[in-house]
């Protein structure tokens, strides 16, 4: 959770700054997530069968490689702005400064949860990622109010739509590892 939470902070920086070099080392760490979601996953099976926690903690890697899956849609998506020249509205930029706040936020509470296991942090966390699903719905809806009103060029509107849709995907994947986090 830590690592993902480190490829957003990259991919915000890249998002903010046009730094290709933050997107590569948020690739970087995406490679390491999925490596070790590899090893840990069947570290689990391994012992998945001798106790309870250990069955209910084999999707959580899973679920986290899921995540970084989802980072490196939104990095796609800053590259494909970067490469294009692609404006985004100035509310489209605060939707997503929102975006990577809130997923910042719910990725550390996710692995505070996953060290500490405390059942009001779990909460925390399936709060932050419901709250973070919300808000993509939210931003769709209004993007589309500024693509009807020509607020929103239609050749930026896939790429951000894209990006929206990746931080949906990341906010279930993180509630989903919360819900199996708290099983243990």
């Keep these: 959770m830590h690592k993902a939470q480190e490829m957003v902070d990259l991919a ?3 998002f903010m700054k046009g730094r290709l070099s933050s997107l590569n080392q948020a690739h970087e760490l995406a490679i390491e997530i999925h490596t070790k979601d590899d090893v840990l996953v069947a570290a689990l099976a391994n012992i998945a069968s001798g106790t309870r926690e250990a069955k209910y903690l084999l999707s959580v890697p899973s679920h986290i490689e899921s995540i970084a ?4 849609r939104i990095i796609e998506g800053i590259r494909t702005r970067i490469k294009e020249g692609l404006l985004f509205s100035d509310r489209a930029m605060l939707e997503l400064q929102r975006l990577f706040t809130t997923a910042k936020h719910a990725l550390k509470k996710a692995g505070e ?3 500490t296991g405390a059942k009001t942090t779990i909460q ?5 990622s419901d709250a ?4 993509t719905n939210e931003f769709a809806t209004a993007h589309e109010e500024r693509l009807v009103t020509g607020e929103c060029p239609p050749k930026s509107s896939s790429t951000y739509l894209s990006m929206l849709y990746a931080f949906e995907e990341m906010s279930a994947h993180i509630k989903h590892a919360a819900i199996k986090l708290s099983c243990k």
């Design 12 to 14: 915000e920086d890249g």
């Design 69 to 72: 899956s989802s980072i490196i």
């Design 113 to 115: 949860a996953a060290v």
């Design 124 to 128: 925390d966390v399936l709060g932050e």
């Design 132 to 135: 973070l699903g919300r808000m």
